[in-house]
């Protein structure tokens, strides 16, 4: 048995986190949520009982096996050390470490491997990295990658609970005949799509959100030298990430050849019935496991490249289940610290 912290437990991860531990029954000795003192004593729902949340100190990792962070960057660079320190291996869903030489960048069905080289911290990725890489894995193993394009279209759910109270109340504005202020983003986001998803990054006008994208799917499929092109957009969906996708293998992959390499892998679900309107969609995947796939067929412009459509719930698949699949690898492989 395992004695997991959450720090983040009151945010919309952590409130997912806390779910997928349970639906997943993942042994427990004890669960410490853990939040800032604004939250500290907040009640949350675990396996029937209701537990009181600890506003995060530094006595707050003392005993425990497996401290889970999904509360910002921020937090992350504060408390990590110190959960470290206490004899925790951190699991960590933001962005503070991602690209550290050392920290393994892990996605539970595609790198496991990676986990063993931890030394303390093992990072979550993006979570529109995530649901991208099992597609890419399965694809680069039959031929290798040369160049995948990406057009993101992710939910608000993604920058967190103000940001879809903003789209239910912009939402109720403009069908009332409103003009809604910008609010969360710098644009309304009701009946719009934001080509901007993130912050600027640097000079060459990208945003962090994009340069993610690129270089964490380098990391985790090691690849350094993958081209990678990417737009993010952020639109009027409560939950759920799609993404429009091009990949160039090295060799040819036909389209059926790709449904069936894609069915086969466990996690993906292949939904590609276009003429009876059957496609992964937004609303089918929120609330459910693993990322979903459909229109795959050729790039008409490219013949050794393939078009697809992959989506997956930002919450679950893109943070909390990866997070907890980590966790589980860690306990299964016996890569806690107070197994070594």
């Known amino acids: 048995m395992t004695r997991v912290a959450i720090l983040g437990a009151t945010g919309m991860v952590g409130s997912t986190l806390l779910r997928v531990l349970e639906e997943r029954a993942f042994p427990l000795d004890e669960l410490r949520p853990l939040a800032s003192e604004r939250s500290a004593g907040t009640v949350v729902p675990y396996a029937g009982r209701d537990i009181t949340v600890q506003a995060v100190g530094p006595r707050s990792f003392d005993g425990i096996d ?123 986001i009701a009946f719009n799509a934001l080509p901007f998803a993130g912050s600027l990054s640097g000079s060459d006008s990208y945003t962090d959100e994009e340069l993610k994208l690129v270089n964490e799917s380098r990391k985790i499929l090691d690849l350094p030298d993958l081209r990678v092109s990417v737009t993010c957009v952020r639109v009027p969906v409560m939950n759920s990430h799609s993404e429009a996708v091009w990949v160039r293998t090295r060799e040819s992959i036909g389209p059926d050849e790709a449904r069936a390499l894609l069915a086969a892998e ?75």
């Open 266 to 340: 466990d996690g993906i679900t292949v939904v590609d019935h276009p003429g009876a309107g059957e496609y992964p969609m937004a609303i089918d995947a929120d609330g459910k496991e693993g990322v979903f796939v459909g229109r795959i067929r050729r790039d008409l412009g490219d013949p050794n490249a393939l078009a697809l459509w992959v989506v997956a719930d930002n919450l679950r698949k893109g943070a909390a289940t990866n997070a907890v699949q980590i966790a589980e690898l860690l306990v299964r492989e016996s890569l806690l610290r107070s197994a070594a």
């Open 66 to 188: 497996i401290a889970i962070f999904s509360a910002g960057a921020t937090r992350s660079r504060e408390w990590a050390p110190v959960a470290i320190a206490a004899g925790a291996v951190v699991v960590d869903n933001s962005s503070a470490f991602r690209m550290d030489d050392g920290v393994p960048l892990v996605v539970a069905d595609v790198n496991p491997q990676a986990a063993h080289a931890h030394t303390g911290l093992v990072a979550n990725p993006n979570c529109s990295t995530m649901q991208l890489m099992p597609v890419l894995a399965a694809l680069h193993r039959r031929s290798p990658l040369e160049h995948v394009t990406v057009a993101t279209y992710q939910s608000v759910s993604g920058t967190g609970r103000a940001a879809v109270d903003a789209l239910r109340e912009q939402s109720a504005a403009v069908l009332a005949g409103e003009q809604p202020p910008a609010g969360v983003y710098q644009h309304q």
